[in-house]
């Protein structure tokens, strides 16, 4: 039971990654039917383009900044900023930062929001009013800007709207939102957006990313430039992921739970370091985003009223101050920004409150009834027999009958080491009385008398 609990558990972190990736649908395979998609060098620079998914933090802002550097001293002629992302969890000095970085670069920026269904909203979304050139793919929506971060902060006829709410292709195109002309079928893919820089000149850099080639039959192929794109690392994908909230929800509540565990076994096995692993990717995901510190605290103090009942092994009072202070420190554990509420899903919710209620309200107690517990019936067959001291009786302990451990006490006082055998003298409840097996006292009782003749008896 407590590996089943534990399995549900672990199946939470990977619905938490499911609720993250399934915020960053992969961009539309379809290229536009007059190109080719034979890899032609055309002789032109490479255009650059990052891929930015999930909420905008310090990984992500810090990669920006980098794609910008490599760009500006690199062969790109143009770097496309690729947007899915509903808010930023940096602040707002730092987004003023980004901002200037974007709007000052020495390349051309474009920013594409896709592919279908993508979203840049929260202060993220100004960002578009900072690049050289702005165009979405039909389904994607942009809005809810909150305050400006500068004065030039402008959207068209759509700015005031877009503070509160947002808009489709479709309407902020007709609005004056985007910087680009392009058709009313917008830039479904990012090979679109390419093309559509083509002519263009930004910062006085005229951009030449796309070439019309007359095949032999008379047709036209529009052929683009190579296309660069660029990814987080391994390590700055994984701790990225982990700022995510169900991702640092998960890991949170697993570290924990795994670390009880833990606790209530002998010496530290994998499920500590596991837990170890698990709470500090937990508290770094934490540290990037914002949170309530009183229900973090709830969610802590949730496991010490656990621990009180698992320790006897049975769900009682505490279990239920447990899973109340639990479950309302996992609601109100993320706030709202940027008009988005953090707040993981349900299917998030209820995978973490059901794994931790079937933890310790079935897998935990029963394990420790499992490993303390000691047979209570027959217990006067163990008088006489021979077992080992799990530690040092002295004059207090606990020694091992065959596969149970029993509280033990010494016979008369006499110590007996951890690891040396003892002989079971007597019961007194459930705490056995024990001897060394070798030179333990003998009372008056077990004396020999001695005979007339000064020979000695023994007692029958």
């Given at each position: ?15 938490g990654?499911?609720d993250?990736?399934?915020?960053s ?24 383009v ?22 500006e ?5 143009a ?14 000095d730092?987004?003023k ?39 979405m ?13 500068f004065?030039?902060v402008?959207?068209g ?30 830039a ?13 000149t930004?910062?006085g ?33 994984m ?5 995510s ?5 998960l ?10 565990f ?18 500090l990717?937990?508290f ?5 985003l ?13 496991m ?13 009072f ?17 706030p ?6 953090l707040?993981?899903s ?28 000691t ?5 006067e067959?163990l008088?006489?027999q021979?077992?080992r ?16 451990r ?41 004396r ?13």
């Amino acid at each position: 039971m407590r590996r089943l609990a534990i399995l549900f558990l672990l199946l939470g972190s990977l619905l938490g990654f499911a609720d993250v990736s399934s915020a960053s649908p992969r961009p539309a395979s379809t290229p536009p039917t007059d190109t080719n998609d034979e890899n032609v060098d055309l002789g032109l620079a490479p255009v650059d383009v990052l891929q930015i998914s999930g909420l905008l933090d310090h990984i992500v802002a810090d990669e920006v900044g980098q794609a910008i550097e490599r760009a500006e001293s690199g062969d790109a002629q143009a770097l496309i900023l690729q947007i899915n992302s509903k808010a930023s969890v940096i602040g707002r000095d730092a987004m003023k930062d980004l901002y200037a970085e974007i709007r000052d670069a020495g390349v051309p920026i474009a920013i594409w929001v896709g592919p279908s269904g993508a979203r840049a909203t929260g202060l993220l979304a100004q960002l578009l009013s900072a690049a050289d050139a702005t165009g979405m793919a039909p389904g994607a929506r942009i809005g809810k800007t909150g305050v400006p971060l500068f004065d030039d902060v402008s959207f068209g006829d759509a700015t005031d709207f877009l503070r509160t709410g947002t808009l489709g292709f479709q309407d902020a195109r007709r609005q004056g939102a985007l910087k680009l002309e392009i058709s009313d079928e917008g830039a479904p893919t990012i090979r679109n957006m390419v093309f559509a820089l083509d002519g263009l000149t930004l910062d006085g850099i005229e951009l030449d990313t796309a070439v019309e080639t007359l095949n032999d039959d008379g047709t036209v192929s529009n052929d683009i430039t190579t296309v660069r794109f660029q990814k987080l690392g391994l390590v700055a994908q994984m701790f990225h992921t982990a700022a995510s909230p169900p991702v640092a929800y998960l890991f949170l509540i697993i570290g924990l739970a795994l670390l009880v565990f833990e606790f209530f076994t002998a010496g530290i096995g994998v499920a500590g370091l596991v837990g170890a692993v698990c709470l500090l990717l937990g508290f770094y995901g934490l540290g990037e985003l914002p949170d309530r510190g009183w229900a973090l605290g709830l969610i802590v103090f949730s496991m010490v009223a656990f621990s009180v009942d698992v320790q006897v092994g049975i769900p009682r009072f505490w279990t239920g101050v447990g899973l109340t202070s639990f479950v309302v420190g996992s609601w109100f554990l993320f706030p709202t920004i940027d008009q988005h509420n953090l707040r993981p899903s349900w299917l998030t919710l209820l995978v973490g409150v059901g794994g931790i209620a079937l933890t310790f309200i079935s897998g935990m107690p029963s394990m420790t009834r499992t490993r303390f517990a000691t047979p209570t019936i027959g217990r006067e067959k163990l008088i006489g027999q021979v077992g080992r001291a799990v530690t040092d009786i002295t004059p207090d302990g606990a020694v091992q009958i065959g596969s149970a451990r029993w509280k033990a006490r010494t016979n008369r006082a006499t110590p007996v080491k951890a690891g040396e055998s003892a002989r079971v003298t007597g019961i007194d409840g459930v705490v056995l009385e024990v001897e060394p097996e070798t030179g333990g006292a003998r009372d008056y009782r077990e004396r020999r008398p001695k005979a007339a003749d000064g020979a000695t008896t023994t007692e029958s």
